[in-house]
C-alpha cells in the first residue's frame, strides 16, 4: 500500500533531551516536507527537501533540523526540545516539487514536551 | 514570502445547504491553490485543487473558483452532507519555489 510512515504517533518528551521522528514514504516520490499543526494556526511548513541531499527551511524552522540521505526517508530531528514545539508534526511526500503533484500526509505525530 | 488568509474560522450549516470558504494570498507569484480536509484526528486529504490558469473547477458537489486579479479563491461545497463536517484548509504554492502555504483552516460544521 503506498503510504507515508510517521514514527512515533505520539511522544511525551522532556526539554532539552534530543528526539528524532521518522518519516518514510514507498511511493519513490521526491519532494518530502514537514509540517506543524497548531490551533488556529494552520500548517506550517517547517522544512522541505526536493531530492537526496537537498532541503530547505520552510516558514518555520527553528529549533529543527531535517536530513535527506536516502529518498524514502526524511527524519525530522529536535536537538533540544523545548516546550514551545509541542504540537502535531505531519511529514508529507509527492512526485515531484511543490505543486506538480498532490500532497501525501502521514498519520501525524503528537509531541508533548514538558 | 506567501501570506495566506482563510475565512471564516468556523462554519455551521444545515444539512443540504451550501457552504463558502474563503482564501486570499498576496504573492501574485503563486500559481497552484488546493484545498485539503482533515476530519477529526485525521491526516489532511486533498479533495480539489485548481491552478492559475483555469477561474473554476468541479468535482460533484465540490468547486473551486480562482480570482488572479484580487487574489482571491474560495471553496465551494454544495447539498452538505453530515460528512462533510471537518477542518478545511486552502493553500498557496508559488510557482519558484516548493513551500506550500497553508490557511488557518476553517471547522465547518453540517447540522442534520
Known amino acids: 500500500e503506498a503510504q507515508v510512515t510517521q514514527n512515533p504517533r505520539y511522544l511525551i518528551t522532556v526539554t532539552g533531551k534530543k528526539l528524532t521522528v521518522t518519516c518514510s514514504q514507498n511511493?519513490?516520490?521526491?519532494?518530502m516536507s514537514w509540517y506543524r499543526q497548531d490551533p488556529g494556526l494552520g500548517l506550517r511548513q517547517i522544512y522541505y527537501?526536493?531530492?537526496?541531499?537537498?532541503?530547505d527551511k520552510g516558514d518555520v524552522p527553528e529549533g529543527y533540523k531535517v536530513s535527506r540521505k536516502e529518498k524514502r526517508n526524511f527524519p525530522l530531528i529536535l536537538e533540544s526540545p523545548s516546550p514551545n514545539q509541542t504540537s502535531l508534526y505531519f511529514c508529507?511526500?509527492?512526485?515531484?516539487?511543490?505543486?506538480?503533484?498532490?500532497?501525501?500526509f502521514g498519520a501525524g505525530s503528537r509531541l508533548t514536551v514538558l | 514570502g506567501e501570506n495566506v488568509e482563510q475565512h471564516p474560522s468556523t462554519l455551521s450549516v444545515q444539512e443540504g445547504d451550501s457552504a463558502v470558504i474563503k482564501c486570499t494570498y498576496s504573492?501574485?507569484?503563486?500559481?497552484?491553490f488546493p484545498w485539503y480536509k482533515q476530519e477529526l484526528g485525521k491526516r489532511p486529504q486533498l479533495i480539489i485543487d485548481?491552478?492559475?490558469?483555469?477561474g473554476e473547477k468541479k468535482d460533484q458537489r465540490i468547486a473551486v473558483t480562482l480570482n488572479k486579479t484580487a487574489k482571491h479563491f474560495s471553496l465551494h461545497i454544495t447539498e452538505t452532507q453530515p460528512e462533510d463536517s471537518a477542518v478545511y484548509f486552502c493553500?498557496?504554492?508559488?510557482?519558484?519555489?516548493?513551500?506550500?502555504?497553508f490557511g488557518t483552516g476553517t471547522s465547518l460544521t453540517v447540522i442534520p
Open positions: 508529507a511526500s509527492s512526485l515531484t516539487g511543490a505543486g506538480a503533484n498532490v500532497l501525501t
Open positions: 511511493m519513490n516520490h521526491e519532494y
Open positions: 527537501s526536493m531530492n537526496v541531499e537537498v532541503t
Open positions: 504573492d501574485s507569484a503563486s500559481n497552484y
Open positions: 485548481i491552478r492559475s490558469n483555469v
Open positions: 493553500a498557496a504554492v508559488i510557482n519558484t519555489g516548493n513551500q506550500f502555504y
